[in-house]
């Protein structure tokens, strides 16, 4: 995913709408956001995530709180992101519940009013979805990651790459599986076991099939030694029980004729 144009409206500490042209930065892939504390960086990782997942990047400021204090009653608070992703653009729209001026005065004397929240997601095709938790699955679906992936290895704020390096090697796994896309990988993995199962089955069958046959077999007085030295331990030598068993028709064969 490459952001293009990130467009916030009296969103966080932006009382005004503040447009960041992001495709002017190239396509290297790797953006560094730096500034004084207090500056608003971890605002634009906030709308981004917002935008994307109907939540800050720090989980700690929700829809509601995200508007700025500051912004003028009748100013909007949305967050608007342009994106390409896997050569296909698409455009979020995600606004939180806030309160706004009525456009008319209701019977009950109030002035505000609640705007109620709303997302629209723009697909490639002209199509859209709208609906919070519907776009938010359907960028799941897009970008393979979820908002605790997501914010963990591509919006790397206040620390969360740290707790991608200290995760367990069962989540690692769980993300980097997502990320490169490797289920036929695992569906090959999956038909081996299942092809060395059934081999295995099969195998022990016919080792069942032998242990059964070398208890049932009683050699000849003058064979009686070697056989048993041959079945002794609980693991049969199969080989070399064949092979005396190939020397011993032979020797009955010479004696027979």
Same mark, same amino acid.
């Given at each position: =995913?490459?952001?293009? /144009?990130?467009?916030?409206?009296?969103?966080?500490?932006?009382? %005004?709408?503040?447009?960041?042209?992001? %495709?002017?930065?190239?396509?290297?892939?790797?953006?560094?956001?730096?500034?004084?504390?207090?500056?608003?960086?971890?605002?634009?990782?906030? %709308?981004?995530?917002?935008?994307?997942?109907?939540?800050?990047?720090?989980?700690?400021?929700?829809?509601? =709180?995200?508007?700025?204090?500051?912004?003028?009653?009748?100013?909007? #608070?949305?967050? +608007?992101? !342009? =994106?390409?992703?896997?050569?296909? @653009?698409?455009?979020?729209? &995600?606004?939180? $519940?806030?309160?706004?001026?009525?456009? &008319?005065?209701?019977?009950?004397?109030?002035?505000?009013?609640? +705007?109620?929240?709303?997302?629209?997601?723009?697909?490639?095709?002209?199509?859209?979805? $709208?609906?919070? @938790?519907?776009?938010?699955? /359907?960028?799941?679906?897009?970008?393979?990651?979820?908002?605790?992936?997501?914010?963990?290895?591509? =919006?790397?704020?206040?620390?969360?790459?740290?707790?991608?390096? #200290?995760? @367990?090697?069962? +989540?690692?796994?769980?993300?980097?599986?997502?990320?490169?896309?490797?289920?036929?990988? +695992?569906?090959?993995?999956?038909?081996?076991?299942?092809? !060395?199962?059934?081999?295995?089955?099969?195998? !022990?069958?016919?080792?069942?099939?032998?242990?059964?046959?070398?208890?049932?077999?009683?050699?000849?007085? $003058? !064979?009686?030694?070697?056989?048993?030295?041959?079945?002794?331990?609980?693991?049969?030598?199969?080989?070399?029980?064949?092979?005396?068993?190939?020397?011993?028709?032979?020797?009955?064969?010479?004696?027979?004729?």
């Amino acid at each position: =995913m490459r952001p293009l /144009k990130l467009t916030l409206s009296a969103f966080g500490p932006y009382a %005004a709408e503040t447009v960041l042209e992001l %495709a002017k930065l190239g396509r290297g892939g790797l953006y560094l956001v730096t500034g004084d504390t207090g500056a608003g960086k971890t605002t634009l990782f906030d %709308a981004i995530t917002y935008a994307l997942y109907d939540h800050s990047s720090g989980g700690v400021r929700e829809g509601a =709180m995200l508007r700025c204090k500051y912004a003028d009653l009748k100013t909007p #608070t949305f967050v +608007e992101l !342009s =994106m390409t992703h896997k050569g296909e @653009s698409y455009h979020i729209y &995600r606004n939180p $519940e806030y309160l706004r001026p009525r456009k &008319r005065k209701g019977a009950d004397g109030k002035e505000l009013t609640k +705007e109620k929240e709303k997302a629209i997601l723009t697909l490639p095709d002209g199509s859209s979805v $709208e609906g919070s @938790s519907e776009v938010t699955r /359907k960028i799941e679906e897009l970008l393979c990651l979820d908002y605790r992936q997501f914010k963990q290895i591509s =919006m790397i704020a206040q620390g969360e790459f740290t707790k991608l390096l #200290t995760a @367990s090697s069962q +989540e690692k796994t769980k993300i980097f599986r997502q990320i490169f896309d490797i289920g036929l990988y +695992e569906r090959i993995a999956q038909l081996l076991k299942e092809r !060395s199962n059934a081999i295995y089955k099969e195998v !022990s069958g016919y080792r069942h099939k032998m242990d059964e046959d070398v208890e049932l077999y009683h050699p000849l007085e $003058e !064979s009686a030694e070697v056989f048993a030295t041959l079945v002794q331990g609980e693991a049969y030598d199969y080989e070399a029980v064949l092979a005396f068993l190939k020397e011993e028709k032979k020797r009955i064969g010479k004696e027979e004729k």
